[in-house]
């Protein structure tokens, strides 16, 4: 039991470039979510998933785009990466949309 | 709008020393109240959490917290703090209404040994 994984751990992008950020939790939750941890601001969410077949924008959308490609996966797209996107992201899951969430273990996205 | 206080941003204690870490929020309604703490370079992990009964919450580590519901506050508490307590600390907050965790600002705790 992996919990919640996430990959890549690291990735060095230059503004304009694209990249997926890959998500798979193994705890067979409904509810999956993104955010992005920038220091002084706590986690903020990007967007989330309450069950599989739905994504709803969270706090801090702009920019990205998702997919929940299954109960499992729930990816993060950047379409155009901008320095401001320069953060940790990640990707948590929980049983419920109320419930105790499960972290991954985050990605550290810079982009020059 | 909903939000979450942490006012302490960051705190610095002596080991042994007794630590109180403030919080507040500002919904409504029946809550679900967590602490969640980011031990330095690891991801984030559950402390305690409170949905219903005593508002007395007692979690990992020694770790505690009292939800005063008069006060919206959700306050954590550790009677003797170790170095290995260092780490950021997150309160987060959820009600009936929302489908969605709001996270406070995150408080950053060194012990010195």
């Known amino acids: 039991n992996a919990g919640v994984t996430q990959t890549p751990k690291f990735q060095v992008l230059k503004t304009g470039q694209s990249m997926t950020l890959q998500c798979a939790q193994d705890?067979?939750?409904?509810?999956m979510y993104w955010y992005r941890q920038d220091p002084g601001m706590g986690l903020r969410l990007i967007y989330y998933?309450?069950?599989?077949?739905?994504?709803d924008k969270g706090e801090v959308p702009n920019g990205y785009n998702v997919s929940r490609l299954n109960k499992r996966e729930f990816s993060l797209r950047l379409e155009s990466a901008a320095p401001s996107q320069t953060s940790v992201y990640f990707c948590?899951?929980?049983?419920?949309?109320?419930?105790?969430?499960?972290f991954g273990p985050g990605t550290r996205l810079l982009v020059l | 709008a909903q939000s979450v206080s942490q006012h302490n941003h960051h705190v610095i204690l002596s080991e042994a020393a007794s630590l109180e870490l403030g919080c507040n929020y500002s919904?409504?309604?029946?809550?679900?109240l967590f602490w969640y703490v980011q031990y330095p370079g690891q991801h984030l992990q559950l402390l305690l959490k409170?949905?219903?009964?005593?508002?007395l919450v007692k979690g990992i580590k020694g770790f505690e917290a009292e939800f005063i519901k008069s006060k919206f506050s959700f306050n954590l508490r550790k009677p003797s703090v170790q170095w290995s307590d260092t780490a950021e600390y997150f309160c987060?907050?959820?009600?009936?209404?929302?489908?969605?965790?709001?996270f406070g600002t995150g408080t950053r705790l060194l012990v010195s040994p």
């Open positions: 948590a899951s929980s049983e419920g949309n109320q419930e105790t969430q499960y």
């Open positions: 705890m067979n939750h409904n509810s």
């Open positions: 998933s309450a069950s599989e077949g739905t994504t």
């Open positions: 919904y409504g309604g029946t809550v679900n």
């Open positions: 409170y949905f219903s009964g005593d508002p």
């Open positions: 987060a907050v959820t009600n009936t209404g929302f489908q969605k965790l709001v």
